[in-house]
């Protein structure tokens, strides 16, 4: 398609509203994924370093049963 001026482009021919909306709604949604996997991703290293730390601190507790 090609828009004689910059003003006709951003009209896209009449159908602006649903070109443009599909444009943001599309955007938002990459954004919301992006978000969510940033937040789950952190969320799951927490998790694992939590789960680490646990386990040091069961073997340290069952070597000090030991050494009694």
Known sequence: MH?????DF??????????????GISALSL?????SSISK??????????KIAREQRIKAAENLENTL
């Open 3 to 7: 828009f004689d001026s910059f003003s």
């Open 31 to 35: 954004l919301i994924l992006l978000w």
């Open 10 to 23: 951003l009209a896209m021919g009449g159908y602006a509203g649903y070109v443009w909306a599909a444009y």
């Open 41 to 50: 991703s952190r969320r799951l290293a927490a998790d694992i370093k939590n």
